[in-house]
């Protein structure tokens, strides 16, 4: 992305001190700490964080996924995964099915926890807009290309 004026380039590191404020790994992650912040404070008016979230996106897209499955795609451990599920039962948002002796239980997400799940992307989409204020489209699409390429969820 080109800088369409002099105040969207970042200030060049003052002689002699280090740049971090200059460095994009450290901007990135001190954009990533604010906006999960953000984020986090908004879902927990709905008793939600973003592991909730994502536990119910993965369920949502592939219910036959086991504790260990989730816990992996979040970076916890099943034990874990049970304390964030057992969460989700209780807010009505899974439906936990025994499946019987020696066998996994299946996980549902009921029509309240795809609610959430609309909710949640309400949330970020508003949040989008009030961080991205009047930056217009196609430098939206830029910024998301780069940060999906960044995090690795694209083609590099």
Not at 3 to 27: C, F, I, N, Q
């Amino acid at each position: 992305m080109q800088p369409e004026s002099e105040g969207d380039t970042v200030p060049a590191p003052r002689e002699g001190r280090p740049a971090l404020t200059t460095s994009t790994a450290l901007l990135f992650i001190a954009a990533g700490r604010t906006v999960q912040r953000r984020v986090e404070a908004a879902l927990a008016e709905h008793g939600l964080t973003l592991r909730h979230v994502g536990a119910l996106g993965h369920l949502a897209a592939n219910p036959n996924l086991s504790y260990s499955d989730l816990g992996r795609r979040a970076g916890v451990t099943a034990q874990s995964m049970h304390a964030t599920v057992n969460r989700l039962e209780e807010l009505g948002a899974v439906v936990r099915h025994h499946a019987g002796h020696g066998r996994a239980a299946r996980l549902e997400v009921t029509g309240h926890g795809r609610t959430l799940l609309t909710r949640a992307g309400e949330i970020a989409a508003s949040l989008d807009d009030e961080l991205l204020g009047d930056l217009p489209e196609e430098r939206r699409a830029a910024l998301a290309r780069l940060l999906v390429t960044v995090a690795g969820f694209g083609p590099r």
